[in-house]
């Protein structure tokens, strides 16, 4: 298992740099290399392949082949094949060299993409004459250097010949037999030497169920160590007093909002620290939810933080949460970036005293002078705004301060719990009452005129609109409205009747605050403005929203933008201005009409571009699996999930043999050592 590859017959010194390239240095790694694909050269009808779709066929050679050349080592050659009773095209990149092979009346196998609109396949695979007694069914591994597929194909034979014996089992027997899982070895030459597509399946179920398995594991595990180790506050709130605060509200709390306000209190009341995300869809309320955990905290001598994305948002939730708490004799205060040198002095002073209560702010809060006397609970809002980093910075103010995390990027579930694993959801599922559907359209450039008049019924019953651009400023790379050309096209148009604002990430702090505050007021009628207004903002007044170039945004975004809009209950629009070129982006724009779900459409969102791009590529906190795919095996996660509390849960695992070698695999990981599993 662990003697070099460089040992294997037929290796020589290509052959060895390229599987160092690829980091195989022992027969073990070469093991676990894993085909990124399989192809299936079993012949089909090339009728019912749908477009794409890779396909083997027989064919006759109809016409010379003709090459075009198309730079250095690059060239393009096309002739045409008779298969079955169809004339299509074959075409072959860079492979010139088979120009003198071919030849009309020839009899050809090939193997690749099929363009059923052109009736072109794009040939990646020949072989001369009928299909021969090949195998139906081979993996495709993604290799490096002069490494050849067969090439590769015959160390991996070898090297699974000789690890076969002494391969390590870590599934248990009772686990394999309950899911009809195959064992090591066969599950292994499923993956490397499938007898067919069935076999290779199988084996995929098992390696995904147990890379699944011991990731939920190293989670359950985790959470287990972290409970025992550390030691929260208990904040005993006075509930009589949060109950007055709630019923001083001017609406009554969703049924929806009085679960996850329970599911908190429940967490600031017992001694574990709180761990916990809050996800609600845009407009579903969880400001307020923020404001009666923070209240409860104040109740019990606490003080809490609430730490926002942008200086707009931050301001906008300090003065929610003023209007709603002074009244209870709570102190309030915002600290932004535009308080200066004195007052900030003053304030971080009352702060460190314990005269401040409830202190909000942007990233100003973790700062290494602002100190708080008893910090009690941190809140962060739109929490994938910001870094692991300045959440821990922030937390750590406190002494083990209760979290909570709030979130309107609604998380499809499988992303949920593996990114968030170690954490407690609370979801808030259902929008105040009275709100109304925004209506979504989707139309093309042309049709702005008709828009326009859209928005001016809009805005001469009082009510506002946004105008979204996705740039600031023209640029001639990119050919999208931008803002400032928007702005003064409108400014144009209204002629004075209708007030416009202009808002985009460059202008100045305090100039965005006047803009916001200024169409918060009422006294603009439309903000046109680039995606700044994506976060929380909320001007409930605002009815109409027109999204430029709207292909250019994804689903998260497009839903969080509209979201600006429907926060009363006016019926609200929404306009999407866009030509999509590509198939995805029109599902994009129907789907936005389709549904006002943030839910449904962050599982769209997932399914279009992958668990890596959901959150942005920087910090997804996703772990990259070798065969389990997010996407596609939820099941299989939600099954592994159940399987990985219940085992961790249970004494027979941690004593029984069967788990050993399970246990093994869980105690180097160190998730056993309360180490955070990247
Ligand atoms: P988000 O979850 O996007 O942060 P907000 O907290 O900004 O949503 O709430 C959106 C709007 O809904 C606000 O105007 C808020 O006052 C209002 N709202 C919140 N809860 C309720 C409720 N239970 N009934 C009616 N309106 C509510
Ligand atoms: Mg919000």
């Known amino acids: 298992m662990f003697s070099p590859v460089t040992e294997l017959k037929g290796v020589g010194k290509a052959s060895a740099e390229a599987l160092q390239a690829m980091d195989i240095e022992t027969v073990e790694n070469l093991i676990w290399t894993f085909p990124y694909r399989h192809e299936d050269f079993r012949l089909k009808d090339i009728a019912e392949t749908p477009h794409n779709e890779r396909v083997t066929v027989e064919g006759r050679i109809e016409s010379e082949p003709a090459v075009l050349y198309l730079g250095k080592n690059k060239s393009r050659m096309q002739l045409q094949a008779l298969v079955g009773r ?8 860079n492979q010139n060299y088979l120009r003198t092979k071919l030849s009309p009346g020839m009899i050809v196998t090939v193997t690749g993409k099929w363009d059923r609109g052109r009736q072109v396949i794009n040939v990646s695979n020949i072989t001369f004459g009928p299909k021969t007694d090949q195998a139906d069914f081979e993996p495709v591994y993604s290799l490096k250097g002069k490494l050849s597929q067969k090439k590769f194909r015959q160390f991996m034979r070898q090297a699974l010949d000789d690890a076969k014996a002494d391969l390590p089992e870590t599934l248990p027997e009772s686990i394999r037999k309950e899911y009809k899982l195959l064992d090591l070895p066969d599950a292994l030459e499923g993956v490397h030497f499938p007898q067919d597509a069935a076999h290779a399946k199988q084996a995929r179920r098992r390696f995904v169920y147990e890379e699944l398995l011991l ?55 017992i001694p574990e620290r709180m761990n916990r995300l809050l996800q609600g869809d845009v407009g579903s309320g969880k400001t307020v939810v923020s404001a009666i955990a923070l209240y409860s905290a104040v109740t019990a001598g606490f003080q809490g933080a609430l730490m926002a994305p942008t200086e707009i948002l931050a301001e906008q939730h300090a ?8 009244p209870f ?23 460190k005293q314990g005269e401040v209560d409830i202190l909000i702010g942007t990233h100003a809060l973790i700062q290494p002078d602002v100190m708080f006397q008893r910090l009690g609970l941190v809140i962060t809002d739109e929490q ?22 709030m979130t309107a990027t609604p998380i499809p579930r499988t992303l949920s719990i593996t990114a968030f694993g170690e954490m407690d959801v609370s979801i808030i599922d259902e929008m105040p009452a009275g709100r109304k559907k925004i209506e979504t359209s989707w139309v093309k450039h042309e049709q702005f005129g008709q828009v326009l008049l859209q928005m001016e019924q809009e805005l001469s019953q009082g009510r506002q609109a946004y105008v979204i651009c996705p740039l600031i400023e023209e640029s001639d790379k990119l050919d999208v409205q931008n803002a400032v050309d928007v702005y003064q096209q409108l400014i144009t148009l209204f002629n004075g009747k209708y007030k416009v604002g202009l808002m985009h990430g460059r202008l100045p702090a305090q100039e965005k605050d006047a803009v916001m505050r200024a169409y918060s007021d009422g006294e603009l009628d439309v903000l046109v403005s680039t995606t700044v207004v994506e976060v929380g903002v909320n001007v409930p007044n605002a009815t109409f929203m027109v999204i430029y170039d709207a292909e250019r945004f994804g689903l998260a975004q497009l839903h969080q933008l509209r979201g600006r809009v429907g926060r009363s209950d006016f019926q609200s629009y929404c306009v999407l201005i866009a030509d999509p070129k590509s198939e995805e982006g029109k599902v994009r724009m129907h789907s936005m009409t389709e549904t006002n779900d943030g839910f449904q459409l962050a599982e769209k969102d997932l399914e279009l571009r992958g668990p890596g791009d959901f959150f942005g590529k ?9 065969m389990a795919d997010l996407v596609h095996d939820y099941r299989a996660l939600e099954t592994a999930r159940q399987d990985a509390i219940q085992l961790i849960t249970s004494t027979d695992f941690w004593q029984d043999d069967e788990y050993g070698p399970l246990r093994e695999r869980l105690r180097v990981s160190g998730a056993l050592d309360g180490e955070r599993i990247d």
């Open 86 to 93: 169809h004339l299509i095209k074959l075409v072959f990149f």
């Open 319 to 326: 003065a929610s949460l003023d209007e709603w708490l002074r």
């Open 618 to 626: 920087k910090q997804s906190g996703l772990p990259e699996f070798k």
């Open 215 to 269: 990731f939920q594991m190293k989670i359950q595990a985790l959470r287990k160590t972290r409970k025992q180790q550390e030691h929260g506050i208990e904040i005993h709130y006075d509930l009589k007093k949060v109950r007055q605060f709630i019923q001083s509200l001017p609406y009554e709390l969703t049924q929806a909002q009085k679960k996850v306000v329970n599911e908190i209190s429940r967490d600031l009341l």
């Open 384 to 405: 994938h705004r910001f870094g692991v980093e300045q959440r821990r910075i922030l937390r750590e103010k406190g002494e083990n301060p209760d979290v909570l995390f």
């Open 329 to 351: 004799g709570v102190e309030v205060a915002l600290l932004s970036g535009s308080i200066k040198q004195k007052a900030r002095k003053e304030l971080l002073q009352r702060l």
